[in-house]
């Protein structure tokens, strides 16, 4: 099994920052992708940031420029640095690995964390 551990959510102002970590550990010999998605009260699951074993990154337009991800693969953990943080950020943050379970690497596998609340207001 492969559990996640989020952590770095909170209550921040306007224009504000907060970094975001998701700590991997368990069955995995290699991780492929990271990413963080995000739901708001009464919206979809959207995707925020993505990040690949290469370490090309994507992001949605709303967060381009603000937010930053990356990844440390010896620590099989990602992060997000949100800055200049807005109201409409508000949500629950989700991380998302996509792994192999051993050196076969015979397809992957999808593990999600159990989400941090992000709270923009002043």
């Known amino acids: 099994q492969v559990q996640l551990v989020e952590s770095g959510g909170g209550l921040v102002q306007p224009g504000g920052s907060l970094r975001l970590s998701c700590a991997a550990s368990?069955?995995?010999?290699?991780?492929?992708?990271m990413g963080w998605y995000r739901q708001a009260p009464g919206k979809q699951r959207e995707l925020v940031a993505h990040?690949?074993?290469?370490?090309?990154?994507n992001y949605a337009d709303s967060v381009k420029g603000r937010f930053t991800i990356s990844r440390d693969n010896a620590k099989n953990t990602g992060y997000m640095q949100m800055n200049s943080l807005k109201p409409e950020d508000t949500a629950d943050y989700y991380c998302n690995v996509n792994y192999w379970r051993d050196y076969r690497m015979q397809g992957t596998y999808d593990s999600w964390g159990q989400g941090t609340q992000v709270t923009v207001s002043s």
């Open positions: 990040i690949n074993i290469g370490g090309r990154t």
């Open positions: 368990g069955s995995i010999f290699l991780v492929n992708a």
